[in-house]
């Protein structure tokens, strides 16, 4: 059975720092472009991190170019978001994706992916 499993979401102050996790169990991460989604209520779901399986490069969008950061620790079959300078507007339910037949890049802008987690909520608020 394949299953992505997502990690550390929770409240945190703004200006603050998360990491999620995003496991894999029945499948190897390595092999798939993994993206990091996330929805708010009442916005439209947002690719808002994604890293590709061939040389790990990545797409953000302008939203969090330079406070978010996608990274792979194949070792673990996990891939991570590590997200700094929280804001308010981060506040959303992050998903974790994996898809094989787009890049990254285009994966992100369509929030396409055939397998997804359960997802981890993210509130950013004083």
């Known amino acids: 059975q394949l299953q992505l499993v997502e990690s550390g979401g929770g409240l945190v102050q703004p200006g603050g720092s998360l990491r999620l996790s995003c496991a894999g169990s029945g499948f190897t991460l390595a092999y798939y472009n993994i993206g990091w989604f996330r929805q708010a209520p009442g916005k439209e779901r947002e690719g808002v991190a994604c890293i590709s399986s061939s040389d790990s490069s990545t797409y953000y969008p302008d939203s969090v170019k330079g406070r978010f950061t996608i990274f792979r620790d194949n070792t673990k079959n996990t891939v991570y978001l590590q997200m700094n300078s929280l804001k308010p507007e981060d506040t959303a339910v992050y998903y974790c994706?994996?898809?094989?037949?787009?890049?990254?890049?285009?994966?992100?802008?369509?929030?396409?992916?055939?397998?997804w987690g359960q997802g981890t909520q993210v509130t950013v608020s004083s």
């Open positions: 994706t994996a898809e094989r037949a787009l890049n990254a890049r285009s994966m992100c802008i369509m929030t396409w992916g055939a397998y």
